[in-house]
Each structure stands twice: as structure tokens, then as C-alpha cells.
């Protein structure tokens, strides 16, 4: 599929899927359009994805910023677990904040807030991470076969590339996202190399295992702009080296 074919058809599915939540109100957002939804139930859905084996193992999560995600990043965060969170954009040459549980200034459930994060926590370069036992991603939508779409800036599969090529995701890496159900979706999902798909989707209601989910192993350069490259010091730096 060309790409500006693929473009289309993806965000033919983000428009499915906002217009249903819309339609639902199953979103704290005023709208819901042009964002990860900040879905009603996630805290039930972080509560679910917290009884499962893989997130019990966990002690280092890399976590998205989105407010769908805040319940998941504060309970690691008052579990113990190690929480890295990326800069926005990737837009500094640390492109990751580190929250130590046992270093925290505030309590758990301020820290996980993205813009508390970025006035407390340290940022660490892609090689100064621990290797990650547990990955979340916020998604627009994502299907049973694990393929997901995002809001469509790509930064989550970015830094999957980069933390891949590291060599900080592992076999054992387990990728996650927590939705609303409604953001389950029966209509394919175009794909690139890029593109990050799910081991497990997690919803207030159940959990879906997916068992063909891709995974990208480092950064398909000629999948990325010029421009996107230059704007992302960390990609830049690697593209010269």
C-alpha cells in the first residue's frame, strides 16, 4: 500500500473509533478527536493489567505520557517499579525521564502526572535505561491480531525502534496497551515495519492475548522523513555515527 494510501486508511480508523466513543461517551476528553482518548475505565483497566503475571514480574516499565495511561503509571510507581517516560517529541538528546520510586520528592500519584514528571525527574540518554520487563502504549485503536494506531505523530514507535535497537527490549519484553472496549476493533489496521503491535490488550472488562503481534527489532531509516530525523536529537545522532 502507498503510503499515502496507508496514511488514509489509518486514520479512516481513528475517525471510526473516536466517532464511537464520541457517540458512547466513554471519554473524560471534551473531544476526543486528534488524541489518545483518556477513556472512562482506566483506572479499572490498570487494576486488571496489575493481576497479571507479566506485570507482577516487572520491576522497569517504559510508560506513554497520555492521561489514559496515568493509573498504570502510578501504580508501578507505588508498586516499586522503576518508570521511564518519554521527553515529548523525543525533543531533547535525554529523551526519557526517569522515575525511581525510591527517589521520588512528591507521592506516586503526582509523580505518574506527565507535567509533574518534567519539573521532578531526572532525563537519562536511550543507553543510560535498564533493560524493560514491560512496555505500555496508548492507542486510538488496536485489533485481536495485536495491531494498533495511535494518534498518528508515530513518537511510541520511535522509541520502541531505538530502545530496540539498544538492546533494551528483549524476547521477554512484554508490550502492552489498555483501552476502552470500544476501542477494539474488528476492521483491519494497516501497518508498517515501524509500527509496533501488542502483546496484550487490556481493557476494565478483560484481557486479549494476541498472539501475532509485530515487532519492529531497531529503526527502518527509510521509513523516516529527513525532517523527522533532524528533529529528533537522539535519531540524528545515530543516523551520523
Not at 516499565?61 to 510507581?77: M, N, T, Y
Not at 535525554?94 to 521532578?120: E, G, H, M, W
Not at 523527522?228 to 551520523?240: F, G, H, N, T
Request: aromatic fraction near 4%.
Amino acid at each position: 500500500m502507498a503510503a499515502n494510501s496507508l496514511d488514509d486508511a489509518k486514520q479512516a480508523v481513528r475517525e471510526q473509533i473516536w466517532s464511537i466513543l464520541t457517540a458512547a461517551d466513554a471519554a473524560h476528553d471534551a473531544s476526543v478527536h486528534g488524541r489518545i482518548p483518556n477513556f472512562k475505565g482506566s483506572e479499572e483497566a490498570a487494576a486488571r493489567l496489575a493481576t497479571l503475571p507479566a506485570w507482577q514480574r516487572a520491576s522497569v516499565v517504559k510508560a506513554v505520557p497520555d492521561k489514559a495511561q496515568l493509573p498504570v503509571r502510578a501504580r508501578a510507581l507505588e508498586e516499586g517499579k522503576t518508570v521511564y517516560m518519554a521527553v515529548p517529541k523525543l525533543a531533547t538528546l535525554k529523551p526519557f525521564y526517569l522515575l525511581d520510586p525510591a527517589a521520588l520528592p512528591v507521592p506516586p500519584a503526582a509523580a505518574a502526572n506527565s507535567r509533574v514528571a518534567a519539573t521532578i525527574a531526572p532525563t537519562v540518554e536511550v543507553d543510560a535505561l535498564r533493560p524493560l520487563d514491560l512496555i505500555i502504549l496508548g492507542s486510538v485503536a488496536v485489533n485481536r491480531d495485536g495491531a494498533r494506531i495511535g494518534k498518528g505523530a508515530g513518537y511510541s514507535d520511535i522509541e520502541f525502534a531505538l530502545l530496540s535497537e539498544a538492546g533494551l527490549v528483549t524476547a521477554e519484553t512484554v508490550v502492552v496497551t489498555t483501552v476502552h472496549a470500544l476501542q477494539v476493533t474488528g476492521t483491519p489496521i494497516p501497518t508498517t515495519e515501524h509500527d509496533v503491535g501488542v502483546d496484550l490488550i487490556v481493557t476494565p472488562e478483560e484481557v486479549i492475548t494476541c498472539a501475532t503481534a509485530h515487532r519492529p527489532t531497531g529503526i527502518h531509516w527509510a521509513d523516516l522523513p529527513a525532517e523527522k530525523i533532524a528533529a529528533i536529537p537522539s535519531l540524528a545522532a545515530r543516523s551520523v555515527a
